[in-house]
């Protein structure tokens, strides 16, 4: 049954000033830094996540869920992408050393090679369209918050 909408705490107009630019600034800003890796490189900004992720780690390697939840994805989504990506030899599937039951992404020399030649880009964009139009506080401040937000968002799906 749908709530009382005298009961709904609406957004004000400052909250709403705060949400909508957040929202569409968001998608915009991953959609051109995509375009920008697939224009210069041929290569989606999931992809560079992927290979980013895994490169982060000391052996390359991470267990598929954990890499679903780095990226924000589905298990199934990854699967998915993680198969388009070991066909074009950047990853392979593995077996986790502690869990034989799970299964690992592993980077490939491939898609190292392919990361160091992509990241210049997405730096690039990063910087030109975040980064470099925000003061220090304001990263400082950028930070604290969506890692609150993303704390409070892993802690629900516990």
Do not use: C, N
Not at 15 to 26: F, Q
Not at 65 to 80: N, V
Not at 86 to 113: F, W
């Amino acid at each position: 049954m749908a709530a009382d909408p005298g009961e709904t705490p609406w957004l004000t107009d400052t909250e709403m000033t705060a949400w909508r630019p957040y929202v569409v600034s968001t998608l915009r800003l991953r959609q051109r830094l995509h375009r920008e890796l697939v224009e210069a490189h041929d290569v989606s900004l999931i992809d560079y996540e992927v290979l980013a992720a895994l490169s982060s780690t000391p052996d390359g390697s991470m267990r598929m869920t954990e890499l679903a939840d780095m990226l924000g994805s589905t298990k199934s989504r990854l699967s998915h992408q993680i198969a388009r990506m070991e066909r074009a030899g950047y990853v392979r599937r593995g077996k986790d050393p502690d869990d034989k039951r799970g299964v690992t992404a592993e980077l490939t020399d491939e898609g190292q090679e392919l990361l160091q030649a992509v990241a210049p880009t997405h730096v690039r964009g990063v910087r030109a369209h975040l980064i470099d139009l925000l003061t220090e506080d304001e990263h400082v401040t950028l930070g604290s918050v969506f890692s609150r937000v993303s704390a409070h968002l892993t802690e629900l799906e516990d």
